[in-house]
């Protein structure tokens, strides 16, 4: 199975502050990566797919970019509303695998 | 609009079974691949397994820990996903989302339902 090493698990910042939360497969994924946000009692929701898509309707100041097997979310402006739980996920091959998330929070 | 409706989830003891349910509307569901995803309370999210569409003949695929007990179908007449889920253990317990992939190919999930939660305890 490909193992998503997802950092850090948890992040304190502020609103305004830029925020990046790192990805990393455990083999080749090529693009076929995926970013999620999750609030507490809701689905997860797509921000970015094909690790630089952005997924209509989610704000520009979301953005994914990649290097090999390095995957990066960046928020470039935090906003109020950002504070949640971010899960990266490849579908490259089945088993379908997520990182382990990245708490987002108030400073 | 679309819509992602789970339903059959509740109370059942260990060794029991549970059928889920997920019926869409607001796209076309026959052209899609449908996955069951799960999340265990205050846990991570985990894919439990995937009906592929009746291009790729309804190929189901599961993940490890539920194959042999889990069983993936759909119904393309009735726009429903089915979860039938035997042998239940106390760690499946969690909230289970279906989820529908994108029709780009990038394997992502633009469509979630609002999740039925499984309880699995004596």
């Known amino acids: 199975d490909i193992q998503m090493t997802q950092s850090p698990s948890s992040l304190s910042a502020s609103v305004g502050d830029r925020v990046t939360i790192s990805c990393r497969a455990s083999?080749?994924?090529?693009?076929?990566l995926s970013w999620y946000q999750q609030k507490p009692g809701k689905a997860p929701k797509v921000l970015i797919y094909?690790?630089?898509s952005l997924q209509s309707g989610v704000p520009s100041r979301f953005s994914g970019s990649e290097s090999g097997t390095d995957f990066t979310l960046t928020i470039s402006s935090l906003q109020p509303e950002d504070f949640a739980t971010y899960y990266c996920?490849?579908?490259?091959?089945?088993?379908?695998?997520f990182g382990q998330g990245t708490r987002l929070e108030i400073k | 609009e679309v819509q992602l409706v789970e339903s059959g989830g509740g109370l059942v003891q260990p060794g029991g079974s549970l059928r889920l349910s997920c019926a869409a509307s607001?796209?076309?569901?026959?052209?899609?691949?449908m996955d069951w995803v799960r999340q265990a309370p205050g846990k991570g999210l985990e894919w439990v397994g995937r009906?592929?569409?009746?291009?790729?003949?309804?190929?189901?695929e599961y993940a490890a820990s539920v194959k042999g007990r889990f069983t993936i179908s759909r119904d393309d007449s009735k726009n429903s996903l089915y979860l039938q889920m035997n042998s239940l253990k106390t760690e499946d317990t969690a909230m289970y989302y279906c989820?529908?992939?994108?029709?780009?190919?990038?394997?992502?999930?633009?469509?979630w339902g609002q999740g039925t939660l499984v309880t699995v305890s004596s």
């Open positions: 607001g796209f076309t569901f026959s052209d899609h691949y």
């Open positions: 083999q080749s994924i090529r693009s076929y």
């Open positions: 996920q490849q579908s490259y091959t089945t088993p379908i695998t």
């Open positions: 009906s592929r569409n009746k291009v790729y003949s309804y190929i189901t």
């Open positions: 094909a690790a630089t």
């Open positions: 989820a529908g992939q994108d029709s780009y190919g990038s394997g992502s999930y633009p469509w």
